[in-house]
């Protein structure tokens, strides 16, 4: 059995853990993400390979960013903006195979190896932070796209070309949590276990507000769907341990379509489903490419034969 080192790279935290290839964390270490140099940065990378090198077979990297399918290239860097224009296999220390994947492609192929696109072939995976992230899986294949951008609907728009009108902003779960736990003068803004406590106990400010963001989502679920015709749409995102989110979303998609009869007698509802894998999903999908498993190779890369 190979043992592998997956690292989940955010512009708060820096996750890692050692993974064998049938998806089980051996162990799981976290520590601040050093934000404020890119060689700092990198030799922290080092440390941390050095120390597990006699022990893997391969690294996956999930990061923020574009990253180059082919060349994989880290482009924009997204919190961590240093990252732009870095191909991290040409500085890190080893000679063992590198995998680097966007962050929301790489929660994506985790859920999709162990977690709720598990034998999905059509699904799409939200992930509900700052903005939204996001994979689709058509086909059984993820979909990268011809410049490695097919999923970048944080910049899908509700009328002009600004931050107002993004669904970036629009389905921001930070900023959700941010506005009630100002409403209520909360000691700390990012509490979102207090925030959701207030939720369901449905306080009027916390419960309207929480509407506004499921209707967002949901709204964002439909015109996604009108293109894609997908089985389901997984919710994920540290919010998404919160039951009351896909079901919130889930309600609120059943109410947009109720509005329009042609609507809901013409296209099918996709089903609203929660991640499986929570904040371990970014660490499994960054390792996924190097299993050894035909079955689960198949089921990451290729249509199945009898498509």
Excluded at 172 to 198: N, P, Q, T
């Amino acid at each position: 059995m190979k043992t592998y080192l997956a690292f989940d790279i955010g512009g708060t935290k820096l996750k890692y853990a050692l993974i064998n290839n049938q998806g089980q964390i051996l162990k799981k270490y976290s520590e601040n993400t050093i934000s404020n140099s890119k060689s700092n940065f990198i030799k922290r990378l080092n440390e941390i390979i050095e120390q597990f090198e006699s022990q893997i077979s391969g690294i996956g990297v999930s990061v923020p960013g574009k990253v180059d399918a082919k060349t994989e290239q880290i482009h924009f860097g997204g919190s961590l903006p240093f990252l732009d224009g870095i191909q991290l296999s040409n500085v890190l220390n080893t000679s063992l195979p590198i995998h680097i994947e966007n962050d929301a492609k790489a929660a994506t192929l985790g859920e999709k190896w162990l977690g709720s696109l598990k034998d999905i072939d059509n699904g799409v995976m939200l992930v509900l932070g700052t903005a939204v992230g996001s994979g689709i899986v058509l086909n059984g294949q993820l979909l990268y796209g011809s410049n490695q951008q097919a999923g970048e609907v944080s910049f899908m728009s509700l009328g002009n070309l600004d931050r107002e009108h993004f669904f970036g902003s629009k389905c921001s779960a930070v900023a959700m949590i941010e506005d009630i736990s100002h409403h209520y003068h909360l000691k700390d803004v990012d509490d979102g276990k207090k925030v959701f406590e207030l939720i369901i106990a449905k306080k009027d400010f916390a419960k309207l507000r929480f509407e506004e963001f499921c209707q967002n989502v949901a709204l964002l679920i439909y015109n996604m769907q009108v293109i894609l015709n997908v089985n389901c749409f997984v919710i994920g995102g540290g919010i998404s341990r919160q039951a009351i989110v896909a079901t919130g979303i889930n309600q609120a998609l059943i109410d947009l379509r109720a509005t329009n009869l042609m609507v809901k007698r013409t296209l099918k509802k996709p089903d609203i489903i929660n991640s499986r894998l929570f904040n371990e999903a970014n660490l499994l999908g960054s390792i996924s490419s190097f299993n050894v498993d035909d079955s689960i190779q198949s089921n990451l890369r290729e249509i199945s034969n009898d498509k």
